[in-house]
């Protein structure tokens, strides 16, 4: 992840509605969900999801498939995790301390294949 993507992302996750949207769909996982069940869990109507869906899927941390008739999104696990290690590696030197306080202990956000 470079620092442009990182601004953009965390742009995206700069949002009280967004960031209940991340959670909600890191709980889903592979599964993921659509526009209408993110609605209820978030307590948002449709046209406000889709607004905020669309912010994190430029983000590339959020990905859309159309299953039959309705959308599916998921979050991109390796692109959450790439934030997440620019951060701790790249803005914060790696430094010791922050990454006890953040229980890193090791490379495990770190992966060579596709999202998941």
Do not use: W
Request: overall charge negative; charged content about 20%; some cysteine.
């Amino acid at each position: 992840m470079n620092e442009s993507q990182a601004i953009d992302a965390l742009a995206a996750l700069a949002h009280q509605t967004r960031l209940q949207i991340i959670r909600h769909l890191v709980v889903k996982g592979q599964n993921g969900d659509s526009a209408g069940e993110i609605g209820s869990a978030v307590d948002a109507s449709p046209s406000k999801i889709t607004f905020h869906i669309s912010a994190l899927e430029r983000a590339g941390l959020v990905g859309s498939e159309r299953v039959s008739r309705q959308i599916i999104y998921r979050i991109h696990f390796q692109q959450l995790g790439a934030l997440l290690n620019y951060l701790v590696e790249d803005c914060c030197a790696n430094h010791q301390e922050l990454r006890g306080c953040c229980n890193v202990e090791t490379d495990n956000c770190r992966s060579s294949g596709s999202d998941k």
